[in-house]
């Protein structure tokens, strides 16, 4: 589905990414989990289109991102990104028929297929009474399940998210993982998000890579991270720190 193949990236003489490889399946859910600055949202944007490559290669079903045109790599590839304020001048209903524009054109807006996906999204994430309400009407758990339904309503084979559960209570965070669970389950999506929430990683998302310093320092089960100890070399935790099965650190004799 992904593959990421020695890929580095430069902000002016800072390296962000440092020969950074992977490989996602078809199906694959997998957290991206590592320290402010460690590259996280640059390699999304890598992947997504909206950096361009500097050095290695990136390809989508064996077919480097570049050479797709914008509509086609959005049929592949949907984004959440980082939270952000609502729109305020569409409705949720629209702003989830967003989704749908890669497949429409300039004079065919949307179709009664394309409405009947925006619905079943809607549904997917418990927004369809809320259809007409305009997004800055939203909560932030409601907002962020709209830019969820909308990645839904693209139907890409790839999702990728950019710390979705940032700034939402505890059930708001329960809600969205088992959204992108449900979707991952029942539609082989491929789901790549960052999360900063070790303990939440550990209860939802099967497969984790770990970034550090803008390198891969491992990619397979997330629950071999706190069985391996790789939080206390990623986090740079002392022996002051203990970290559980679940993911859970804490201070000793806290």
């Known amino acids: 589905m992904l593959s990421v193949s020695h890929v580095s990236y430069r902000y002016q003489n800072d390296l962000v990414l440092d020969k950074v490889s992977f490989e996602l399946e078809k199906g694959d859910y ?19 289109g909206a950096l361009k490559k500097q050095e290695g290669n990136l390809q989508i079903l064996n077919k480097n991102i570049e050479d797709y045109p914008v509509k086609d790599l959005a049929k592949q590839i949907s984004v959440v990104p980082q939270r952000s304020e609502p729109v305020y001048h569409f409705s949720v209903f629209d702003m989830v028929m967003f989704g749908r524009h890669p497949y429409q054109t300039r004079w065919n807006y949307y179709n009664p297929d394309d409405e009947a996906i925006v619905v079943d999204a809607l549904k997917k994430t418990n927004l369809l ?4 309400r305009m997004t800055s009407q939203l909560s932030g758990g409601e907002f962020q399940r709209t830019l969820i339904a909308r990645a839904i309503a693209q139907q890409a084979p790839l999702m990728l998210l950019d710390e979705p559960l940032a700034n939402l209570d505890i059930p708001h965070q329960f809600e969205i993982l088992e959204i992108l669970s449900e979707l991952n389950r029942t539609k082989q999506t491929t789901v790549l998000m960052v999360i900063h929430d070790l303990s939440l990683a550990m209860q939802a998302i099967p497969k984790s890579l770990l970034l550090k310093n803008g390198r891969l320092t491992y990619m397979g089960d997330t629950r071999n991270i706190c069985k391996q100890n790789l ?3 990623l986090f740079d935790l002392d022996e002051s720190y203990e970290v559980n099965d679940v993911g859970n650190v804490r201070k000793k004799n806290a």
């Open 129 to 132: 009474s809320l259809k007409a």
């Open 231 to 233: 939080v206390f070399d």
């Open 30 to 48: 997998c957290a991206i989990i590592g320290p402010n600055g460690s590259g996280k949202t640059t390699l999304l944007n890598l992947i997504s």
